[in-house]
């Protein structure tokens, strides 16, 4: 089992930064990839990015288009910590944003994570 644990998120002006945080404890953290979820008020939930067990080498990390060039998906496996650094926030934006963990590298649909925090509000005003 792996307990996920987020931080950070709340309100900010658009155009704004907000990181969130996931940090992990129960299994070797390293041992699973890791991403980044979000769903808005009456949508599906939908990736934002995903990283690998490593977060290096060769493409490491993959973002969906409304994220690509503002935010930013990291871990540190010293610390079991995922993050997700974004800036110029934008309202539409705001959503419920989930860390999750799986075995499967690159997956950008949730069934393929076993793992999942409790979610933090994000809220971006105009």
């Known amino acids: 089992q792996v307990q996920l644990v987020q931080s950070g998120g709340g309100l900010v002006q658009a155009g704004g930064s907000l990181r969130l945080s996931c940090v992990a404890s129960?299994?070797?953290?390293?041992?699973?990839?890791s991403a980044w979820f979000r769903q808005a008020p009456g949508k599906g939930r939908e990736i934002v990015a995903t990283?690998?067990?490593?977060?290096?080498?060769?493409?490491?990390?993959h973002y969906e288009n409304f994220a690509k060039g503002r935010f930013t998906i990291s871990r540190d496996n010293t610390k079991n910590t995922v993050f997700l650094q974004m800036d110029r926030l934008k309202p539409e934006d705001t959503a419920v944003y989930y860390c999750a963990a799986g075995t499967t590298e690159g997956a950008w649909a949730d069934r393929w994570y076993n793992y999942w925090g409790q979610g933090t509000q994000v809220t971006v005003s105009s």
């Open positions: 129960g299994r070797t953290f390293s041992d699973f990839a």
């Open positions: 990283i690998t067990r490593s977060g290096r080498g060769v493409e490491p990390t």
